[in-house]
């Protein structure tokens, strides 16, 4: 399993695993407002068009994923240490793609699959999945 925060480059072989990691301080926020935030991570691959491969709500309760990556990739929040990941198993050559974590205003209990609803971005790293 390789780690990178949002802001490094990832590359592994097909079938491996990677994580991905974002904190409070990558979106600009004020640490004490991170429970405010609902969550995402997007992809775009070049060529296509961006995907929110997954969303995660205010409290972490609730997660919503793209049918591409349901059952192989996972995301969770820590509200105490303001700290966002993308756990991603089974990895394929289709997954290789910039991937952004971001966040927007929580509106209640649920996140929603929809770019537009988030305001706030990382940097974006690359993660390349070799076949």
């Known amino acids: 399993q390789v780690q990178a925060a949002e802001s490094e480059e990832g590359m592994v072989q097909a079938g491996g695993s990677l994580r991905l990691s974002c904190t409070s301080t990558t979106f600009g926020l004020i640490f004490d407002d991170f429970d405010d935030y609902v969550m995402a991570w997007l992809r775009q691959a070049p060529g296509t068009e961006r995907e929110v491969v997954g969303c995660i709500s205010w409290s972490g309760e609730y997660t919503h994923y793209s049918d591409s990556v349901k059952g192989r990739f996972t995301i969770a929040r820590n509200n105490d240490n303001g700290t966002l990941s993308l756990q991603m198993n089974g990895l394929k050559p289709e997954d290789t793609a910039m991937y952004y974590c971001?966040?927007?205003?929580?509106?209640?209990?649920?996140?929603?699959?929809?770019?537009?609803?988030?305001?706030?971005w990382g940097q974006g790293t690359q993660v390349t999945v070799s076949s």
């Open positions: 971001v966040a927007g205003p929580s509106n209640g209990r649920y996140c929603e699959m929809t770019e537009s609803k988030y305001e706030y």
